[in-house]
């Protein structure tokens, strides 16, 4: 079995919202989930969270805490390791980038509607950023 780290960030505006990227690729095509991605031999998870941020929504982001991680099998032999981030933003424009298909703030209710990476709501209840 292959681990490949990855790192991703939880991002809230001041309004609460979540920050949410359309993914267009695998792991969870089509489907809305957390900024983040593989991290890069010479870099931290936490480098990886802001770098990742950056390039597939176009802001620039503080790390506050690490919430958790979990683990994503992707094909045979592959599992991804993620470690999320709690992040506050500081600056930029949003903007779909990378690979993401589109980018957007969310509330929570919205969130329910939407095609969601799996376990992506129930992440948030354990790391207790949802009720």
Same mark, same amino acid.
């Given at each position: 079995m292959r681990r490949t780290p990855a790192a991703a960030t939880v991002v809230r505006d001041a309004d609460g919202r979540f920050l949410l990227v359309l993914r267009a690729n695998a792991p969870s095509a089509g489907?809305?989930?957390?900024?983040?991605?593989?991290?890069?031999a010479d870099e931290s998870l936490e480098d990886a969270a802001v770098r990742e941020t950056l390039e597939e929504t176009g802001l620039h982001i503080r790390i506050d805490r690490l919430l958790g991680s979990l683990e994503? %099998?992707?094909g045979t032999g592959v599992v991804f390791e993620v470690h999320d981030f709690l992040a506050s933003p500081v600056g930029g424009i949003l903007l779909a980038g990378d690979d &993401? &298909?589109? &980018?957007?703030?969310?509330t929570h209710q919205e969130m329910t509607l939407?095609?969601?990476?799996?376990?992506?709501?129930?992440?948030?209840?354990? &790391?207790?950023?949802? %009720?």
């Open positions: 489907r809305w989930s957390f900024p983040g991605g593989r991290v890069e994503i %099998p992707h &993401a &298909a589109d &980018a957007g703030w969310f939407m095609p969601l990476s799996d376990g992506l709501l129930e992440f948030l209840v354990r &790391a207790e950023i949802l %009720p």
